[in-house]
């Protein structure tokens, strides 16, 4: 979650450079739905965001805001948590993650909705074996667990 608008700043201009470096723009629509995306805090959903879009640039369709996230999701800036129909931020947007992406999985609490990511490479491998056992190749793995954070577990 962002709090000053100066980190917030640096965020987007690093990840318009990531998209640069990758031969792609973040135009000033994909930039404020990032933007959007960054400020909200926690996983956030389309629609939601096609609303606070409308409160800042007045009509928007839905696929406006669809192409705006896949773009997001193609460069590895946010993830799309299934789960909850929702995008958060990724905590390592414009890192090189390779052909594959770097491995991810979130941790949802299902009392208040707070989501963390995590980055466990013991758990990506631990999958990959079991999905190279059973003869599937992986491309991408996501894993989502719903649970109790500590917060209000306590």
Same mark, same amino acid.
Not at 75 to 98: M, Y
Not at 125 to 141: D, I, S, V, Y
């Given at each position: 979650?962002?709090?000053?608008?100066?980190?917030?700043?640096?965020?987007?201009?690093?990840?318009?450079?990531?998209?640069?470096?990758? /031969?792609?723009?973040?135009?000033?629509? @994909?930039?404020?739905?990032?933007?959007?995306?960054? +400020? $909200? &805090?926690?996983?956030? *959903?389309?629609?939601?965001?096609?609303?606070?879009?409308?409160?800042?640039?007045?009509?928007?369709?839905?696929?406006?805001?669809?192409?705006?996230?896949?773009?997001?999701?193609?460069? /590895?800036?946010?993830?799309?948590?299934? @789960?909850?129909?929702?995008?958060?931020?990724?905590? +390592? $947007? &414009?890192?090189?993650? *390779?052909?594959?992406?770097?491995?991810?999985?979130?941790?949802?609490?299902?009392?208040?909705?707070?989501?963390?990511?995590?980055?466990?490479?013991?758990?990506?491998?631990?999958?990959?074996?079991?999905?190279?056992?059973?003869?599937?190749?992986?491309?991408?793995?996501?894993?989502?667990?719903? &649970?109790?954070?500590?917060?209000?577990?306590?």
């Amino acid at each position: 979650m962002m709090h000053e608008a100066a980190d917030l700043e640096t965020t987007l201009d690093r990840a318009a450079e990531h998209c640069a470096a990758r /031969g792609a723009q973040l135009t000033p629509l @994909r930039r404020k739905v990032m933007r959007l995306v960054l +400020e $909200a &805090g926690q996983p956030v *959903g389309a629609y939601a965001l096609l609303d606070r879009l409308r409160d800042d640039r007045g009509p928007a369709a839905p696929p406006t805001v669809y192409r705006a996230l896949d773009f997001l999701v193609e460069q /590895g800036l946010v993830h799309k948590l299934e @789960r909850l129909n929702a995008f958060t931020p990724c905590i +390592e $947007a &414009g890192h090189d993650h *390779g052909e594959h992406g770097h491995p991810h999985q979130f941790l949802i609490c299902k009392t208040c909705g707070i989501t963390t990511e995590l980055t466990d490479h013991g758990v990506a491998h631990a999958l990959e074996a079991a999905a190279k056992r059973a003869g599937f190749t992986p491309e991408r793995m996501t894993v989502e667990v719903e &649970g109790t954070c500590a917060n209000c577990a306590a």
